[in-house]
Structure formats: structure tokens, C-alpha cells
């Protein structure tokens, strides 16, 4: 039993030919698959994709490279749909400190506002934390959503554990599976288990086997395999773990799980 907490399913990479991946996913033993929205443009999208497919659940918010399209208002139709629609978290949402240009006052205030939704709702955030993570810390203490996942993550173990005092889960996907990636790979093996969470982050973050191709939800079975030989310990074992991890931090999610896998 495998659990992706951060897949990209509505992406146009996967238009054509979605119906496969979502079998070959099913055949790979993943029961549920977490799909976030990345701005107000694409929530009905996300939505009526978790209506077709069975394990997926729907997380809404406006990402931090798309805060530039985005308006005040949509943090109200941000708010009215997670009121509206079954949604497992407020994501993806956070802060990149890497893209050029950009206006980090302005992804600052998507930020803010949307923790305090997430605080007001009760619901989990997924974090986009991208050179961001001490910034993305103070924000999380000063207004304290109720934990969540801290997608992507490749920071130090150091902030890796004011995450997890905060409520958060650390999610670890392609990135680990380069060979190169030392750092993150001594992360990986360091961290305690009950931190981790799985994600491929499709069609995004490439692992070592899909080098210039999209990323496909089937992917986190080799990537689990990665992790779980890169600590020492079983697959089965491990899976299981990190499922649980993930029903733990995205309580909703135990209702989205889909029974056939
Ligand atoms: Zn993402």
C-alpha cells in the first residue's frame, strides 16, 4: 500500500493518456494519490478529476510562482470551495526564493492569507518550500496552521525537525533516486521514520530513470524501493510506514482511499 502526497494529475502532460496511468498506478499499489491545485484557473479541474478517479483527493490553494495572475478575490473563492468540496489540505502554497523574476511581497501575502484559512478551517497545508524553508518556519509558528507536508523537501535535518515539531511531515520523491543528490540521500537515511512521506510530484521532479520525460504516478513505487533500500529496511515495512505517516497528517484522506488497489 503506497500513498502519493503530492501528483500534479490535472497536468496536460497527462491528458492523453491518463486512464493508463492511473491503471498502471492502481497495478503498482497505490490507494491513494494527492492532487493539489496550483491556482484558482485550475481548481475545477482538480476537482472533477478526483470525481473520475477513485484515491484521489483534491487540496486547493495558489502556489507561489503563480501569485503574479493571482487577484485578491480568488483567496475568497479559495476559501468558499474548500468549504464546498471534500479537500484533504490547503495546497500548494509556501514560498520560492528561487525563481527570477519575482515578488516576494506578493507571494508573502498569498502566503500569510493562506495559512490563516488553513488555521480557520482546520485543514493541513501543503508546502511548497523552495530556498524558503526559515522563511516558510517563521510563518508557520507565528500563525500556526494545524501541521501538514512539507513537499520537496531537501533542507537539513536540522530544520527537518522544527517541521515535525510544528505538525509536519517532510514529503521525498525523484529527488533522492540521482545518485549525485549525496545530500538529500544522507537526509533520507537520517531522518526517523515517522517524518517521512512519499510524493512524485508528476509530471515534475524527474527521477534517475526518467531524465528529461514526465514523471508518471507509478514512479513512487521505484522511488519507495529507492528510500526504503537506501535506509535498510523492508519495503513492505516502509510503505506501510510512510502510509501511515500520511493518514496521520492528512486525516481526511482515509475517506479517499481506493479499496481495488
Ligand atoms: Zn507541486
Redesign the pocket.
Same mark, same amino acid.
Given at each position: 500500500m503506497l500513498i502519493d502526497t *503530492?501528483c500534479?494529475l490535472d497536468a496536460r502532460e497527462f491528458d492523453a493518456d491518463r486512464d493508463d496511468l492511473m491503471r498502471c498506478a492502481e497495478s503498482a499499489g497505490i490507494v491513494a494519490i494527492v492532487v493539489?491545485a496550483i491556482e484558482r484557473a485550475n481548481f475545477g479541474a482538480v476537482a472533477s478529476i478526483c470525481r473520475d478517479y477513485a484515491g484521489c483527493a483534491p487540496a486547493y490553494g495558489i502556489h507561489p510562482m503563480y501569485v503574479d495572475q493571482a487577484l485578491p478575490e480568488d483567496l475568497d473563492v479559495l476559501r468558499a470551495t474548500l468549504m464546498r468540496e471534500p479537500a484533504v489540505a490547503v495546497g500548494?502554497i509556501g514560498l520560492d526564493r528561487h525563481v527570477s523574476p519575482r515578488d516576494d511581497e506578493r507571494q508573502l501575502y498569498y502566503f500569510r492569507a493562506q495559512l490563516s484559512i488553513a488555521r480557520e478551517l482546520s485543514l493541513p497545508v501543503l508546502l511548497?518550500v523552495r530556498r524558503a524553508i526559515d522563511p516558510i518556519l517563521h510563518e508557520l509558528r507565528r500563525i500556526q496552521p494545524p501541521g501538514g507536508i512539507a *513537499?520537496a523537501f531537501n533542507g537539513s535535518l536540522e530544520q527537518a525537525r522544527e517541521f515535525t515539531r510544528l505538525g509536519f511531515k517532510l514529503g521525498l520523491g525523484g529527488a533522492v533516486t540521482h545518485e549525485r543528490a549525496q545530500k538529500l540521500r544522507a537526509l533520507a537515511k537520517a531522518l526517523p521514520r515517522d517524518a517521512i512521506v512519499l510524493e512524485t $510530484?508528476a509530471p $515534475?521532479i524527474p527521477p534517475a530513470w526518467r531524465t528529461h520525460k514526465r514523471t508518471e504516478p507509478a514512479d513512487l513505487l521505484p522511488i519507495a524501493e529507492t528510500l526504503a533500500k537506501l535506509r535498510g529496511e523492508p519495503l513492505t515495512d516502509f510503505c506501510a510506514a510512510t502510509s501511515a505517516n500520511a493518514l496521520s497528517v492528512l486525516p481526511r484522506l482515509a475517506t479517499f482511499i481506493n479499496p481495488f488497489s
Open positions: *503530492h500534479h493539489p500548494e511548497h *513537499h $510530484d $515534475d
